[in-house]
């Protein structure tokens, strides 16, 4: 990866995403969501946005869905669903290249029939891809600049790269959560079919038991701490690689504690 332009706004928007993917790396559901609400929060702080909406792609209806929508009219648009190629945000997830629309009422890429359900026609926007591995798995969308007529090239600029970030840090934190589950639902496999409802129960307590102790809340500072080494650029990447690669053998070379050397 490569190192992060020399940017102001987009580096204090990737330290804001490190801090926040680093504390939700084993994320619940509810850390999770935290999460997305805080990308947009943020972009639309750096924006000056009136209001903004991160759509998640369903691969497999092809369509777009409102992970979180902020705004005057948010509460209306969280259970619509945009076909891949509706609107601005459906174009965008099908080119993976971002977008400006000045005067939004009148281009005819807009999506009115969006705008009819949720009473709110926007005048200009900006939309950017969420890229991850140069593979969409969502859209950045930010509405109405405020005290301005639209938004500017600069604007999509420090959004698309923040949108970058942001995709990693949702990638990891569905990842974490997947692991989570997929973790109970294996301790809750071990269990007789007859008590498989108490052994999930007693499976999730013993994953929640697991989080908050001293060597998991160690090993959530490390990976941060890698994460946040890794981001700087592929040779920072590489130097972090070889030096914990160096350890481990070191590590495993020892002999185990309680044993003669």
């Known amino acids: 990866m490569s190192a992060v332009p020399d940017d102001p706004s987009a580096r204090n928007l990737q330290d804001a995403l490190v801090t926040a993917a680093a504390a939700g790396a084993i994320a619940a559901p509810v850390a999770h969501s935290r999460l997305i609400e805080l990308i947009v929060e943020t972009a639309m702080q750096v924006t000056a946005a009136e209001a903004a909406a991160l ?6 209806r092809q369509e777009l869905l409102f992970a979180v929508a902020l705004g005057p009219h948010a509460a209306a648009v969280r259970d619509l669903r945009v076909p891949l190629g509706h609107g601005v945000a459906g174009l965008v997830a099908v080119s993976g290249q971002p977008m400006i629309v000045a005067d939004a009422q ?5 999506a009115t029939d969006i705008a009819r359900k949720v009473g709110y026609t926007p005048r200009s926007l900006l939309c950017v891809p969420l890229l991850s591995n140069d593979r969409v798995i969502g859209v950045l969308e930010m509405l109405d600049k405020r005290d301005a007529r639209g938004f500017e090239p600069t604007d999509m600029h420090t959004l698309a790269l923040f ?3 942001a995709a990693v840090a949702i990638e990891q ?3 974490s959560r997947s692991l989570t589950g997929l973790l109970t639902a294996a301790l809750a496999g071990l269990a007789p079919a007859a008590d498989t409802a108490r052994a999930r129960e007693e499976a ?7 989080q908050g102790t001293p060597l998991y809340d160690s090993a959530l500072e490390l990976a941060g701490l890698v994460r946040e080494i890794v981001w700087h650029g592929e040779a920072e990447r590489r130097l972090c690689e070889t030096v914990l690669r160096a350890l481990v053998e070191y590590v495993r070379a020892r002999p185990a504690p309680g044993r003669e050397s």
């Open 106 to 110: 009148h281009d005819p890429r807009q």
């Open 55 to 60: 759509f998640l792609l369903d691969e497999e």
């Open 163 to 165: 949108a970058r970030q």
């Open 204 to 210: 999730a307590a013993s994953v929640d038991a697991l």
């Open 173 to 175: 934190s569905s990842t």
